[in-house]
């Protein structure tokens, strides 16, 4: 049983790239209903319990027998190594798509809980509706036995879900070409500039090999969210172009001089809302698109004006269906890889529910972290990468990056800078937004 990767899939495969889900739990873990409840997850979602394999000039994901099938993984050991550890252990090439682990500590009663899926077959919303299904069979199992009734039916050959670019509006080829020949005219008359690598020897011949995934974190309470949110509302701007302000704020400030410098900022756009008949976040393909913008940013920058052009821009690209757009271009990426080249990538996963738990079993925190296996510290200069997501009302950005590149000095530092941003940014008196303001 084979389905072939469309193109857009296709370029996941050759950046292994992945999203990893953790959840950090106190009290007593159920281990086989824990493992029971990851079984039923990959029986129902062909993806999770597949692989690549090569299909003439392309790859296509096929399954894997009973005994090549992801299982859960349960050891003892200390939560944050056993986090490091997960975190920069790739899938397996050839192997699974998704690995689930979970990891106690001496006593019993604190656990970690980690699930990673291949990019190929997921997105941010995706994994997350995934990690919370798990759960949610976890938890009929342990309260009533058995699994939630939708999900005994027969998945012994379940369908294999479409790729999203089956799934768009039609199109005229010529305006696609025409987006194309813009998209491409605008990355050479507005090339980016990029956040230089502070650790040293990253020459080709040195450092190329050295290195590991770390994330430094920045998060905020309850309290500081709800006044961000409320700050940009009044200001007329979305939180995501008010985290994207300060991004742009802090990586200018590690550029010379005071004038304007040509910033990129990298914005993930779902598409799955945007569809018709829109697709769920059950459904386990990868629905997201990219818009691109350049901005002249200074040193001195006043972060509610470029807020309100972030904002304005990506508005203006989406009512005007560039997402769509993007989509189809998007095997053009390798051949021009100025078409996602970016100063700073900001996600953008909105405000999403963590986990519903048994009574007895509570959630410490839940992260989401991407992460990939090919970085190259020889380039001298890369984005800087910021995974945005709200967890029960609570504001978290995830800044991971390659410690032959980014030192974890250096990140810490620019996490501060965001910080303090978003800090200013919220406490700020605004007025009321005018009806034009972005």
Same mark, same amino acid.
């Given at each position: ?20 889900? *953790?959840?950090? #739990?106190?009290?007593? =873990?159920? /281990?086989?209903?824990? $493992?029971?409840?990851?079984?039923? +997850?990959? !029986? ?120 999203? *670019?089956?799934? #768009?509006?039609?199109? =005229?080829? /010529?305006?696609?070409? $025409?987006?194309?020949?813009?998209? +491409?005219? !605008? ?252």
């Amino acid at each position: 049983m084979q389905r072939a990767l469309c193109p857009v899939e296709t370029l996941y495969v050759g950046q292994r790239s992945r999203a990893v889900l *953790s959840c950090t #739990l106190r009290g007593r =873990v159920d /281990a086989e209903a824990l $493992a029971a409840a990851f079984d039923a +997850v990959t !029986q129902a979602h062909p993806t999770l319990r597949s692989r690549i394999v090569a299909d003439g000039a392309g790859h296509a994901l096929t399954l894997l027998d009973d005994g090549g099938r992801p299982r859960l993984e349960r050891r003892a050991g200390d939560l944050e190594e056993a986090y490091a550890t997960e975190l920069n252990r790739p899938l397996t090439v050839g192997g699974p798509l998704s690995r689930a682990v979970l990891v106690s500590a001496p006593g019993g009663e604190d656990h970690l809980f980690v699930l990673v899926i291949d990019h190929t077959v997921t997105d941010g919303h995706s994994s997350i509706a995934l990690h919370n299904a798990l759960w949610d069979h976890y938890r009929a199992l342990v309260t009533h036995g058995r699994l939630p009734a939708v999900d005994t039916a027969d998945a012994g050959s379940p369908e294999w879900p479409q790729p999203v *670019s089956a799934l #768009l509006p039609p199109a =005229v080829e /010529a305006d696609t070409a $025409a987006y194309l020949e813009q998209r +491409v005219r !605008q990355t050479r008359e507005h090339p980016v500039e990029l956040v230089p690598y502070d650790v040293p020897g990253t020459a080709p011949a040195e450092g190329a090999g050295e290195g590991h995934i770390e994330v430094c974190r920045l998060t905020l309470d309850t309290e500081h969210t709800a006044r961000l949110r409320r700050t940009a509302r009044q200001a007329g701007v979305s939180v995501h172009a008010s985290v994207a302000a300060a991004l742009l704020a802090a990586a200018r400030r590690r550029l010379e001089g005071d004038g304007p410098r040509t910033l990129g900022c990298l914005s993930p756009v779902d598409l799955r809302s945007r569809l018709t008949p829109p697709l769920p976040a059950s459904v386990m393909v990868p629905a997201v698109t990219t818009h691109l913008q350049t901005l002249e940013v200074t040193a001195a920058c006043d972060p509610l004006d470029v807020a309100r052009t972030v904002h304005a821009r990506l508005s203006d690209f989406i009512a005007d269906g560039g997402h769509f757009q993007e989509m189809r271009i998007t095997p053009e990426i390798p051949r021009t890889p100025a078409l996602q080249l970016a100063t700073v990538i900001a996600t953008n996963m909105g405000v999403v529910p963590g986990p519903r738990l048994p009574e007895g079993l509570r959630a410490a925190d839940v992260r989401l972290v991407p992460a990939r296996e090919h970085y190259f510290p020889q380039a001298g200069r890369s984005p800087v990468m910021a995974c945005v997501v709200s967890f029960e009302g609570r504001l978290s950005i995830e800044f991971p990056h390659w410690t032959a590149c980014f030192s974890p000095s250096f990140v810490r530092a620019f996490r501060d800078d965001v910080l303090a941003g978003l800090l200013a940014f919220a406490s700020a008196r605004r007025e009321p937004a005018t009806a034009d303001a972005g």
